[in-house]
């Protein structure tokens, strides 16, 4: 089980960046695989999911601003962001779950990247 993000950085609000999860086969295939986000002192919170057949589902805040995808040919997740705000500063991780049920709920997946941080100021 590897999940491997890539892609953080310190961008200037309004501004862009994509996010990219390297799953190992087995994870990739998970039922649901998604993106989370904690900011200091704050609770890791689901920002965007996508289910094997390609539904999705997105934290409210988010929706418009942000798109999951995934990769097919090299078995990535991957999180496009656009106009970024301050609020979206946070440490990102992908990860997977294997049961049924896509939600945007943490504590329902299996396995975890060790994240990559983004920083909008």
Do not use: H
């Amino acid at each position: 089980v590897q999940l491997v993000e890539s892609g953080g950085g310190l961008v200037q609000p309004g501004g862009s960046l994509r996010l990219s999860c390297l799953a190992s086969a087995r994870t990739y295939s998970s039922y649901c695989l998604g993106w989370f986000r904690e900011a200091p002192g704050k609770s890791r919170e689901g920002v965007a999911a996508i289910v094997r057949d390609g539904t999705t589902t997105y934290l409210s805040s988010v929706k418009g601003r942000f798109t999951i995808s995934k990769g097919n040919a090299e078995n990535s997740l991957f999180l496009q962001m656009s106009n970024l705000k301050p609020e979206d500063t946070a440490m990102y991780y992908c990860a997977g779950r294997s049961g049924s049920m896509c939600l945007l709920d943490p504590s329902r997946y299996d396995y975890w990247g060790q994240g990559t941080q983004v920083t909008v100021s």
